[in-house]
């Protein structure tokens, strides 16, 4: 999914988490070189090094944090230099920008990504894994398996086909949350569960807030730890699923909606960008390419 991501959206989420790295740093006892925002609260003894996980968890604990998608190697130090205290791939954005699409890319590809990711960062990776592969040899925990070895901190698993072009029924979905919330555990991964029929308006289920928080209720008794239902705008919707649920929310801005200051005040937890800072950054490509040219 693409679409333009307003300036001043970035603006106010950079802001955010610059406050919260300076909170973190300021506060009694903290020095210079911990972790930002909640994690220093976690890491009771000043010696001790938080996994990649633990420091992701405890981001989710309160308030709201801004969690942009960087699509290769350079977007992720940027991004990481501006203070954000965590990134997340995108599968649109890395697989146009290798010259494929989203849901084309392969789990080689995507494994050898996050490691590329992970290389240069120094904060947490969350993985956006489509369905986690479970086609593949060793399937949806064998993925899990493979990202963790690559260094990631969480994973996400959906319930769009890409394949079928259909949304797994709910029975299909929460048998597969349940089979990654294993896995999960076994690596110690963070594992974000999404009900994509706001995205997929092809479905017969499309646009259903019902059917959306009965299955965001279902992932989350099935062990997820992080709830996502990409497409909401409004805020009665967004307000219904962060009471219904009780679990920590992932938004996604989307044109004309609410941004990240409106998002958090409804009780989301993680705002993230999709492919929206790709598509931004494309945009800008091409108009300058265009003045370049003289056209």
């Known amino acids: 999914m693409s679409f333009d ?4 959206s970035l603006i106010t989420g ?7 790295l300076l909170s973190s740093r300021l506060r009694p006892g903290a020095a210079d070189g911990f972790p930002p925002a909640t994690v220093v609260g976690v890491c009771k003894d000043p010696l001790m090094t938080n996994s990649p996980a633990e420091t992701f968890r405890a ?11 960087p699509w290769d190697a350079g977007s992720a130090k940027v991004l990481e230099e ?3 205290d965590a990134v997340a791939s995108t599968s649109a ?4 920008a290798i010259g494929k699409d989203d849901y084309l890319i392969s789990r080689d590809e995507l494994v050898a990504h996050v490691a590329n990711l992970t290389d ?9 894994s489509e369905q986690l592969f479970p086609d593949d040899p060793g399937g949806i925990a064998e993925t899990v398996r493979l990202l963790a070895d690559a260094g990631a901190a969480g994973c996400s698993i959906e319930d769009f086909h890409p394949g079928r072009q259909s949304i797994d029924s709910i029975e299909a979905a929460t048998s597969a949350v349940s089979q990654a919330v294993s896995a999960c555990a076994e690596h110690n991964l963070v594992l974000t569960a999404r009900a994509e029929n706001h995205l997929h308006t092809a479905n017969p289920s499309a646009g259903d807030l019902d059917e959306t928080i009965e299955r965001l209720v279902a992932y989350r008794d099935a062990g997820a730890e992080v709830l996502y239902a990409p497409g909401l ?3 009665a919707d967004i307000v219904r ?12 801005p989307m044109p004309g909606g609410p941004g990240f200051t409106e998002l958090a005040s409804f009780g989301v937890r993680r705002v993230s960008a999709g492919s929206g800072l790709y598509s931004a950054v494309t945009k800008a490509l091409r108009s300058a390419a265009t003045s370049f040219a003289g056209r």
């Open 5 to 8: 991501y307003s300036s001043r």
């Open 14 to 20: 950079v802001q955010h988490n610059q406050e919260r």
């Open 59 to 69: 981001l989710h604990a309160s308030g709201c944090f801004a969690m942009p998608n």
């Open 82 to 84: 501006m203070g954000f």
């Open 93 to 96: 954005g890395f697989g146009r």
């Open 120 to 128: 240069v960062l120094t904060i947490p990776l969350n993985v956006d």
């Open 233 to 235: 705008t409004e805020e």
């Open 241 to 252: 699923v962060v009471n219904e649920t009780g679990m920590p929310i992932n938004a996604l």
